[in-house]
């Protein structure tokens, strides 16, 4: 049998680069895209074939899926993963920012699974893969534009998933926790920009707090590899999860939501999120 092919997008680090590193390390055919391409050359060096790729426009999207086709002939999974965080409160982030995100997150993500389900459905075979996130069942202060994304990501993904299910194709949704990556270097640079706004006033000492509570749970948080084992399962399960949740606080936040609602999650959060240090 023919190696499986996998794609990758926001390949160049994190959660994409490790979960691109475990593929090849299992034998998998593995096509990865970045804006950062010099962040990929690594993988490469260990076979991955790699691409300039800006999941915002289309013509990117499409030559990057079309290239996969092209060399194998199919494509058996993709995991979209390319993605970053808004952070500052809602009065003091500028929409087109938070517009701007949500081209990423969610248009982005979309692009790529339009770009992939044709081939899918032709061969009556594939898995699109979401990486969503803990936020987008459980919102936080501080950066609510990022839980909106991915609380859309959560909706969309679960109407495909009814959608295509016919074809043979699945959908799934991973939705990590805290995870130890470069997440707070972009993000933290729009709290910056947050805090600097006309309305930053009056939050400034909840955004100093935050800032702090964000970096050490980020430090505290799971390792990359730990949501490339699940997406790992994700591909090579018959019959795969709708949602994979790893790390504890990942786990921690959907009992929350489920158990205690609105209610309780107005209280703990703020506590977590915003406390004094």
């Avoid at 050490?216 to 948080?221: F, H, P, S, T």
Wanted: glycine share 8%.
């Amino acid at each position: 049998m023919s190696k499986q092919v996998v794609l990758i997008t926001g390949a160049s680090s994190g959660i994409g680069y490790a979960t691109a590193e475990l593929l090849l390390e299992k034998g998998y055919t593995v096509y990865a895209g970045a804006r950062r391409v010099e962040r990929m050359k690594p993988l490469e060096d260990r076979g991955a074939h790699i691409s300039n790729l800006d999941v915002r426009n289309q013509s990117s999207v499409d030559a990057f899926v079309n290239q996969a086709i092209t060399d194998e002939g199919k494509i058996d999974a993709i995991f979209a993963n390319a993605g970053y965080g808004v952070q500052g409160f809602f009065e003091t982030v500028d929409l087109e920012d938070a517009i701007a995100e949500f081209d990423t997150n969610v248009f982005g993500l979309a692009r790529t699974f339009k770009a992939v389900i044709p081939i899918m459905r032709q061969q009556g075979s594939g898995k699109l893969i979401a990486c969503s996130s803990v936020v987008g069942m459980v919102s936080v202060p501080g950066m609510p534009w990022y839980p909106a994304s991915k609380h859309a990501v959560e909706g969309l993904v679960d109407g495909l998933r009814m959608e295509v299910k016919e074809f043979g194709i699945d959908v799934v949704k991973i939705q990590p926790g805290y995870i130890k990556t470069e997440f707070a270097e972009v993000a933290f640079q729009y709290l910056d920009k947050a805090m600097a706004s006309p309305h930053a006033e009056v939050y400034q000492g909840k955004m100093e707090n935050f800032r702090h509570n964000f970096a050490q749970a980020l430090d505290n948080g799971a390792e990359a590899s730990t949501i490339a084992d699940a997406v790992l399962s994700a591909i090579e399960a018959k019959d795969p999860k709708r949602a994979y949740r790893v790390n504890m606080d990942a786990i921690q936040g959907s009992f929350l939501d489920r158990v205690f609602g609105d209610r309780a999650i107005d209280r703990i959060m703020p506590m977590m999120m915003l406390r004094k240090h």
